[in-house]
């Protein structure tokens, strides 16, 4: 039977006791020897008025640390002391007892200008912003819209009821319900994913809110509008025509009203205008019905 792990085992703890010893004697001296070096200055001895202080270690004597002290009596009769950083008041202490930083003034955001840049690179027309500008005849919250991608699919439609204008980040809030469910799209107006926004039915009467969350109530829920882009597109059908070769025409019409004689009737005249890309027009009610495709 061996024993010899059996008599190193004492030998080892009594090593290992030894050692922690040894450290703890070395920190109570250094502690002893810097609290004996330290120097403590009496509270009847005033500093001067300014001066440099370093702090130095007690046993390599280097330079550990520095540290400058000013006295309000200092500053306020030399103020070039620190002339790089304050500068005197002039307008209502003469004497300069007063002094103020010297503020440089803050540069200007560069986010509207990196916005415009991008906006002007990924809208190079401008008919992405004309679209959703503050104007008249833009498009507008609780507008019904549709959204089509270029990537396929079917367009997405619905009532817009949020309008959230941050730049290159300008994007639309769609509502419309699919099997009776609702359902809301975020869609950003200059994502080049979006090959055209229509505006398929206006509202009435201007929005008194800048965003109609309060739609998804059920009490304002305007519920699904597939029966009102159905509406709209046999309208545009109707009044559009096929053309050989260039792909066809597209009838803009604009309902006027005119009053005759003993009766009240709305007189419907068409013009013909260009086709560019594969856009058409829309009827809605007395208003144009625009069509927007970016290309």
């Known amino acids: 039977m061996n024993t010899a792990p059996h008599s190193l085992r004492p030998l080892g703890c009594l090593k290992a006791g030894l050692r922690q010893a040894r450290q703890q004697r070395a920190l109570l001296c250094r502690q002893m020897a810097t609290t004996t070096s330290s120097t403590i200055s009496s509270s ?97 919250v609780g507008d019904v819209l549709m959204v089509t991608h270029r990537r396929g699919g079917e367009p997405f439609a619905g009532v817009c009821i949020s309008i959230r204008r941050a730049g290159i980040d300008t994007a639309i809030l769609l509502r419309n319900h699919m099997g009776k469910v609702g359902v809301e799209m975020w869609y950003k107006i200059y994502n080049k994913n979006v090959a055209g926004i229509e505006i398929v039915k206006r509202r009435a009467k201007r929005a008194r809110r800048a965003r109609l969350t309060y739609m998804r109530q059920a009490k304002h829920d305007m519920g699904s509008v597939s029966d009102i882009v159905f509406a709209w597109k046999k309208t545009r059908k109707v009044m559009t025509t096929r053309g050989g070769g260039g792909g066809g025409q597209r009838l803009v019409v604009v309902l006027r009203r005119r009053r005759r004689r003993g009766s009240r009737s709305r007189e419907m005249r068409e013009g013909v205008g260009e086709r560019r890309g594969r856009g058409e027009g829309g009827v809605d009610g007395n208003r144009l019905c625009s069509c927007y495709l970016f290309c």
């Not at 130095?56 to 002339?83: C, G, N």
């Not at 300069?96 to 200008?113: Q, T, W």
């Open 44 to 140: 009847s001895q005033t500093a001067p008025d300014h001066g440099f202080y370093k702090i130095t270690d007690p046993k390599t004597q280097r330079l550990r640390s520095a540290f400058a002290v000013y006295s309000p009596s200092a500053i306020a009769t030399s103020p070039s002391a620190l002339a790089p950083l304050i500068q005197p008041s002039t307008s209502s202490n003469p004497s300069g007892a007063l002094a103020r930083l010297i503020v440089s003034p803050a540069s200007p955001d560069p986010l509207p200008a990196l916005h415009q840049v991008q906006i002007k690179r990924m809208d190079p027309t401008g008919a992405r912003t004309a679209l959703f500008a503050k104007t008249r005849h833009a498009a507008r």
